[in-house]
């Protein structure tokens, strides 16, 4: 059960945290609370699944990286999830996922998002990830 400061919480941070060293202390001055209070109520809420995850949404424009692409891969089923962590690792990925294929027309199961700063920086990029793959990259896009 949420009650009215809960919603005020969670209406000043569902569009991010501030970028400071102590965004929840600031989310607390915003709503004159205490950050511990906040703190408190939003390890409550995510424990009780009111809210599901916390994380970090870079702007990639705003970090210079105007182009980017998805690069999508046919790897073995049983070795996807292993394959999936290495390319999600990767400092240029932003995600990585597994999705069911769609024979005949989509043979790939495994999904990278790659950003940088042009289409070739991407292309290269994609290239670092078939290298990555080898032959366990039975086919790309």
């Known amino acids: 059960m949420i009650d ?3 919603r005020k919480i969670i209406a000043a941070t569902q569009e991010g945290l501030p970028f400071v060293a102590r965004p929840y202390h600031a989310v607390a001055a915003q709503l004159d609370l205490e950050p511990e209070e906040v703190m408190r109520r939003i ?6 699944g009111i809210i599901r995850r916390i994380g970090a949404v870079p702007n990639h424009y705003r970090l210079g990286l105007s182009a980017n692409g998805m690069s999508v891969w046919d790897v073995e089923d049983g070795q996807a999830v292993e394959l999936g962590e290495k390319v999600g690792g990767l400092d240029f990925v932003s995600h990585c996922y597994l999705r069911p294929r769609r024979f005949p027309v989509w043979p790939y199961n495994l999904f990278a998002m790659v950003h940088g700063r042009s289409r070739a920086e991407v292309e290269e990029k ?3 990830i078939a290298a990555l793959l080898g032959s366990a990259a039975r086919a790309h896009d």
């Open 4 to 6: 009215a400061t809960d």
């Open 43 to 48: 390890e409550r809420m995510l424990r009780e």
């Open 126 to 128: 994609a290239q670092a």
